[in-house]
């Protein structure tokens, strides 16, 4: 079974397809960004791009995304470790407090800026609507979000990465 997982293609042993997708990228891989924290598809701390698109992962097998593209936050910075622009922003931004749900709000917000370089804080706040945060009360998170936007207009559109207005 083939996984493409940040920008890697991966051969999976077929005696792991049953195991969960989230036990496997901790666990087996040691990608411990996406967290296991309700467990039951409620929280969003989970939440991996499957395919560009947010996915919670807790009630996810392996042999679910066989041959699908796979991205968790370890993929989303550069090889070298400087943080994409996204990231930089919550940080920046004071967006992080205990940080257990920012590996799937970054992910989310990143596949929602790469759609919607201009978006309002009332998009963001819609688009972050399935990834609770316990900690930070929300303003900082779209305050970084707003922020980072630029990034993708000035950086993403340059590389290919987000459709020129048409
Ligand atoms: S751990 Fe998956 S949605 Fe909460
Ligand atoms: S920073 Fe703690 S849950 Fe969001």
């Given at each position: 079974m083939k996984l493409h997982l940040n920008g890697r293609e991966l051969t999976v042993d077929e005696a792991l397809a049953e195991k969960r997708l989230i036990e496997y990228l901790r666990?087996?891989?040691?990608?411990?960004?996406?967290k296991n924290a309700c467990d039951i598809g409620a929280c969003g701390a989970c939440t991996i791009l499957i395919d560009d698109e947010p996915l919670k992962i807790c009630l996810k097998r392996v042999k679910d995304v066989a041959g699908h593209r796979l991205l968790t936050i370890?993929?989303?910075?550069?090889?070298?470790?400087?943080?994409h622009p996204l990231q930089q922003a919550f940080v920046d931004a004071g967006a992080i407090q205990c940080g257990f749900c920012t590996p799937g709000m970054v992910l989310t917000a990143h596949a929602f800026l790469r759609k919607n370089?201009?978006?309002?804080r009332e998009q963001i706040r819609t688009a972050i609507g399935h990834n609770l945060c316990r900690?930070?009360?929300y303003q900082q998170i779209i305050d970084a979000i707003a922020a980072a936007a630029v990034a993708y207009r000035d950086r993403e559109t340059a590389n290919g990465l987000v459709s020129p207005p048409s």
């Open positions: 666990e087996e891989l040691d990608l411990t960004g996406a370890e993929g989303l910075a550069e090889p070298d470790g400087t943080l370089p201009t978006p309002t900690c930070t009360g």
